[in-house]
T-cell receptor, first 111, second 113 residues
Framework: AQKITQTQPGMFVQEKEAVTLDCTYDTSDPSYGLFWYKQPSSGEMIFLIYQGSYDQQNATEGRYSLNFQKARKSANLVISASQLGDSAMYFCAMRGNQFYFGTGTSLTVIP | DAGVIQSPRHEVTEMGQEVTLRCKPISGHDYLFWYRQTMMRGLELLIYFNNNVPIDDSGMPEDRFSAKMPNASFSTLKIQPSEPRDSAVYFC???????????FGPGTRLTVL
């Protein structure tokens, strides 16, 4: 069964605008972690942000925030004030008893 | 602190040859993961270790693939014999504990001709 779903294969955003990348997950574990990674064209996987299932507040890291809606099982990534360097693949991942990655969303920032 | 180190960064080999990929995790991290990334299949977890012991190797595609972790600072992924369909980017990642953030190495781009 698929654990992580990213329904947007590609997204475009104007520079300096905000963008939301969607992620839904499926788990019956009471304790889990949700992650977002960025993979630029150079290929490395860069950790962006983490949300624990018991965390009361949404995680934020600079221009990145995670919109965590536990009842809806969604963990959307919000990037504020997009920059050209944000153009990359973005992967949502979940850690339960194993680590699951979504299929990714390709983000292109338009100048 | 140094990140996860992988070598080589690129490997080109011919079908049938043995390939060994190497990984040095972040010091103090007890978990080490090997992933494979292809366009067709995305990111796949191959195997992971806890304190040098293999915990789950269900993602290893077949017996041609083997992984070892002789000590806390070194792991290898070996493919013998290699086939063209093994061409992919292989990532190593490490984390402090099971539910902690995984930090990835730069990856090894493997091409099997």
């Amino acid at each position: 069964a698929q654990k992580i779903t990213q329904t947007q294969p590609g997204m475009f955003v104007q520079e300096k605008e905000a963008v939301t990348l969607d992620c839904t997950y499926d788990t019956s574990d009471p304790s889990y972690g949700l992650f977002w990674y960025k993979q630029p064209s150079s290929g490395e996987m860069i950790f962006l942000i983490y949300q624990g299932s018991y965390d009361q507040q949404n995680a934020t890291e600079g221009r990145y925030s995670l919109n965590f809606q536990k009842a809806r099982k969604s963990a959307n990534l919000v990037i504020s004030a997009s920059q050209l360097g944000d153009s990359a693949m973005y992967f949502c991942a979940m850690r339960g008893n194993q680590f699951y990655f979504g299929t990714g969303t390709s983000l292109t920032v338009i100048p | 602190d140094a990140g996860v180190i992988q070598s080589p960064r690129h490997e080109v080999t011919e079908m049938g040859q043995e390939v060994t990929l190497r990984c040095k995790p972040i010091s103090g991290h007890d978990y080490l993961f090997w992933y494979r990334q292809t366009m067709m299949r995305g990111l796949e977890l191959l195997i992971y270790f806890n304190n040098n012991v293999p915990i789950d190797d269900s993602g290893m595609p077949e017996d041609r693939f083997s992984a070892k972790m002789p000590n806390a600072s070194f792991s290898t992924l070996k493919i013998q014999p290699s086939e063209p369909r093994d061409s992919a980017v292989y990532f190593c990642a490490s984390s402090r504990w099971a539910t902690d953030t995984q930090y990835f190495g730069p990856g090894t781009r493997l091409t099997v001709l």
